[in-house]
Nanobody, 126 residues
Framework: VQLQASGGGLVQPGGSLRLSCAAS????????IGWFRQSPGKEREFVAV????????YYIDSVKGRFTISRDSAKNTVYLQMNSLNTEDTAVYYC????????????????????WGQGTLVTVSS
């Protein structure tokens, strides 16, 4: 099970980026997909999760109203739309998959996800 995150880059504060998480060689159906991020010197942090059916999402407070996680089954891809970016959003972003039918009402733990992508760097700077 391989996931590939893409879409990172350099953006000015207030700008937007859309990250993609694509599956290679398998379908994402049945998988919850989470986005995590890690900044230099900091621990990996949960950002957002979408459940297997796309009917349930959960975000950390700092990104609520700015980030939107979604999934497109036809494209076998999960997206993280990031708007109103600020310097504190600078990090390597990872997508991760968990084969589960759980619904999320709190932040999941990283060990709950067995499949991880390689990460994509997001730099917010003027």
């Amino acid at each position: 099970v391989q996931l590939q995150a893409s879409g990172g880059g350099l953006v000015q504060p207030g700008g937007s980026l859309r990250l993609s998480c694509a599956a290679s060689g398998f379908t994402l159906d049945g998988y919850a997909i989470g986005w995590f991020r890690q900044s230099p010197g900091k621990e990996r942090e949960f950002v957002a999760v979408i459940n297997w059916s796309g009917t349930n999402t959960y975000y950390i407070d700092s990104v609520k109203g700015r980030f939107t996680i979604s999934r497109d089954s036809a494209k076998n891809t999960v997206y993280l739309q990031m708007n109103s970016l600020n310097t504190e959003d600078t990090a390597v972003y990872y997508c991760a998959g968990s084969y589960t039918r759980s619904y999320y009402y709190c932040a999941p733990r990283a060990p709950d996800f067995r499949s991880w992508g390689q990460g994509t760097l997001v730099t917010v700077s003027s």
